[in-house]
Antibody
Framework: QVQLQESGPGLVKPSETLSLTCTVSGGSLSTHYWSWIRQTPGKGPEWIGNIFHSGSTTYNPSLQSRVTMSVDVSKNHFSLRLRSVTAADTAVYFC?????????????WGQGTLVTVSS | QSVLTQPPSVSGAPGQRVTISCTGSSSNIGAGYDVHWYQHLPGAAPKLLIYNHNDRPSGVPDRFSGSKSGTSASLAISGLQAEDEADYYCQSYDISLSGNYVFGTGTKVTVL
């Protein structure tokens, strides 16, 4: 059974770069799409972007100018970098798997990691 | 950010049936894109409940069912149980945002 686990700093200073890694166990990154999703308290989740094992990416247009995703198949993990963060980027960040481009549900998800942007 | 609208809360007694609506528009649900539903317990990973309107992953009880009509979708929970108390989110695809996977505003289900 595939499991995902997010890791990274829980506190990031304004204007700096948020960096998170999602480690996949029980399966290979060489299939499916891999996603980052975030959620601020009291709001619905927001899709950040997808990456395929080839490195091909698709990003949310509202975040595209600040987001970079990467994948390391040999280490079975993929990563998120979000530049120039502000308090509005404070959220719980989840990683998840998407079966295929046109099978666009997310399953499974990681438990999520809270990232706070504050000086 | 959420382009799919859900009621903030619904409640029901154990054994009752509750429904959660998910209202979209002609650029997402109304355009024929599939709707998926998730259950989120505090501190846990969100769990896929329904995909493609009314398909259930292995292990999800048939008490959970989905439907879609026009620009809206619904999740029904029959035989409500205490363990169903959680947040529920719908999700679809939206063509107006240059290809974007969109979520609902979320509904808190309370078991009375």
């Amino acid at each position: 059974q595939v499991q995902l686990q997010e890791s990274g700093p829980g506190l990031v200073k304004p204007s700096e770069t948020l960096s998170l890694t999602c480690t996949v166990s029980g399966g290979s990154l060489s299939t499916h799409y891999w996603s980052w999703i975030r959620q601020t308290p009291g709001k619905g989740p927001e899709w950040i972007g997808n990456i395929f094992h080839s490195g091909s990416t698709t990003y949310n247009p509202s975040l595209q100018s600040r987001v970079t995703m990467s994948v390391d198949v040999s280490k079975n993990h993929f990563s998120l970098r979000l530049r120039s963060v502000t308090a509005a980027d404070t959220a719980v960040y989840f990683c998840a798997r998407m079966p295929a481009r046109w099978e666009y549900w997310f399953d499974p998800w990681g438990q999520g990691t809270l990232v706070t942007v504050s000086s | 950010q959420s382009v799919l609208t859900q009621p903030p809360s619904v409640s029901g007694a154990p054994g009752q049936r509750v429904t959660i609506s998910c209202t979209g528009s002609s650029s997402n649900i109304g355009a024929g894109y599939d709707v998926h539903w998730y259950q989120h317990l505090p501190g846990a990973a969100p769990k896929l409940l329904i995909y493609n309107h009314n398909d259930r992953p292995s292990g999800v009880p048939d008490r959970f069912s989905g439907s879609k009509s026009g620009t809206s979708a619904s999740l029904a929970i029959s035989g409500l149980q205490a363990e169903d108390e959680a947040d529920y989110y719908c999700q679809s695809y939206d063509i107006s945002l240059s290809g974007n996977y969109v979520f609902g505003t979320g509904t808190k289900v309370t078991v009375l």
